[in-house]
T-cell receptor
Framework: GENVEQHPSTLSVQEGDSAVIKCTYSDSASNYFPWYKQELGKGPQLIIDIRSNVGEKKDQRIAVTLNKTAKHFSLHITETQPEDSAVYFCAVWGNKLTFGGGTRVLVKP | KAGVTQTPRYLIKTRGQQVTLSCSPISGHRSVSWYQQTPGQGLQFLFEYFSETQRNKGNFPGRFSGRQFSNSRSEMNVSTLELGDSALYLC????????????FGSGTRLTVV
């Protein structure tokens, strides 16, 4: 089955700096790559997604890049703010959503 | 519009008991998926229902089961509870079977003692 690896597991950044989270996957047939943000006591919330026919997508301070040849994709958060502190999950769609292990992001004011 | 509603939010059960969790999808959404979230294993897929039929199933023992009703509401059941079943159980709905538009509920926190 699909295997998704996510790095790093924890990330501490200073407010205003950028944060980058990387994921690799195993199934070359996968075609949809969402990112979720999970805050304490809540379920994961979709923040951005990308499909296999697109290399990059941006939405305000967040962006995702996809390299299908290398089977990896990344989340970039610029100008980080304290409210960006949360756990972030990448996911890959084959015939179901398979999630990475998560990255706990802490933005220090 | 209302989001995905999961009830109850918290549950404490004893080993050997069974439990039923409920999920009401977003109005108009017909597909419901269930996930188990634990610190050690992360988010793991349990099953997906669409049009009252199980369309996909993860690698969980038969003690885990589910169903979907004609109004798209879904329930999952865990029988003969074990300590390792303690987890956050998340439900996600989407407009149709497939990958886009997944919206998660806040989950049911199950503790088995």
């Amino acid at each position: 089955g699909e295997n998704v690896e996510q790095h790093p597991s924890t990330l501490s950044v200073q407010e205003g700096d950028s944060a980058v989270i990387k994921c690799t996957y195993s199934d070359s047939a996968s075609n949809y790559f969402p990112w979720y943000k999970q805050e304490l006591g809540k379920g994961p919330q979709l923040i951005i997604d990308i499909r296999s026919n697109v290399g990059e997508k941006k939405d305000q301070r967040i962006a995702v890049t996809l390299n299908k040849t290398a089977k990896h994709f990344s989340l970039h958060i610029t100008e980080t703010q304290p409210e960006d502190s949360a756990v972030y999950f990448c996911a890959v769609w084959g015939n179901k959503l398979t999630f990475g292990g998560g990255t706990r992001v802490l933005v220090k004011p | 519009k209302a989001g995905v509603t999961q009830t109850p939010r918290y549950l404490i059960k004893t080993r050997g008991q069974q439990v039923t969790l409920s999920c009401s999808p977003i109005s108009g959404h017909r597909s419901v998926s269930w996930y188990q979230q634990t610190p050690g294993q992360g988010l793991q897929f349990l099953f997906e229902y669409f049009s009252e039929t199980q369309r996909n199933k993860g690698n969980f023992p038969g003690r885990f089961s589910g169903r979907q009703f004609s109004n798209s509401r879904s329930e999952m059941n865990v029988s003969t509870l074990e300590l390792g079943d303690s987890a956050l159980y998340l439900c996600a709905s989407s407009p149709s079977q497939g990958q886009y538009g997944y919206t998660f509920g806040s989950g049911t926190r199950l503790t088995v003692v």
